[in-house]
């Protein structure tokens, strides 16, 4: 019996990934099955309880090379990632924000967090239902049990207080398009086609002001796009960060 290994794309420079809201490693090993990055970092955001130590965690990640790295974050990871560029951009190869747009949060946005940050305060959030799940998922892998599976064990993993104190670190986010359209290095913006929370006019928004950038729409992917579409954002990345 003849077995085919997976297509594995090779990146030479450092990348370091930081993940999103109550997410850990475990929403980028699906990609990550499919790249050979020999210099590789992972922050670990839900060990931070503010944004002081998520910046620190990301700063001591970016010591452990000698060269600049390419940052790769996810959702609130994209953030803290282009934080992190601003202040340090001699570190930087380039800067890849996925599912996030390096934009303040929308009022609606912010008065659902608050609302659920006073539910999660007064026990009464235990963690999300099958219909908010869902809301983050493509509409072709809304019944998808492995994405689904995963996205809940990290929640139970990480709990409601890494939530809580994710949600209070982040929620207040700077327009950061501004500054990092002054910025020389790479930058890049990946969402997918059906990503509610950033989506296509979100895009071209940064596009517009930061001229230089590139963006990318990934089909059959929503919010969750590293679970959803692990082998097209490898390939895309490999593109990007290792042939310019």
């Known amino acids: 019996m003849i077995t085919t290994s997976p297509p594995s794309y090779h990146i030479t420079q450092p990348v370091v990934f930081l993940p999103g809201t109550l997410c850990d490693e475990r929403v980028f090993m699906p990609c990550w099955q499919y790249l050979d990055i020999p ?4 922050v670990p955001l839900q060990w931070a309880d503010d944004l002081e130590q998520m910046l620190a965690l990301g700063n001591d ?3 452990y090379f000698d060269q600049p790295v390419h940052l790769v974050g996810y959702s609130m990871g994209g953030y803290i990632a282009a934080l992190i560029a601003l202040a340090t951009p001699n570190k930087i190869a380039s800067l890849t924000l996925l599912s996030s747009s390096g934009q303040a949060l929308p009022s609606g946005e912010l008065n659902q967090r608050k609302t659920l940050l006073s539910a ?3 026990a009464k959030f235990k963690g999300m239902n099958d219909k908010q799940i869902a809301t983050m998922l493509h509409a072709n892998n809304r019944d998808n049990s492995t994405i689904i599976n995963v996205i809940r064990a990290m929640e139970q993993d990480l709990g409601m207080p890494v939530l809580a104190s994710q949600m209070t670190a982040t929620s207040q986010r700077k327009d950061l398009l501004a500054q990092l359209a002054k910025c020389e290095f790479p930058i890049h913006f990946i969402t997918g086609e059906q990503d509610h929370l950033v989506t296509t006019t979100h895009l071209n928004t940064a596009q517009q002001q930061i001229k230089a950038s590139t963006s990318k729409v990934i089909a059959d992917a929503a919010h969750m796009l590293p679970l959803e579409q692990p ?3 490898a390939e895309y990345l490999h593109g990007l960060l290792e042939n310019g």
């Open 39 to 42: 210099y590789q970092a992972y």
């Open 120 to 122: 999660i305060q007064q």
């Open 61 to 63: 990640r970016l010591d």
């Open 231 to 233: 082998l097209k954002l």
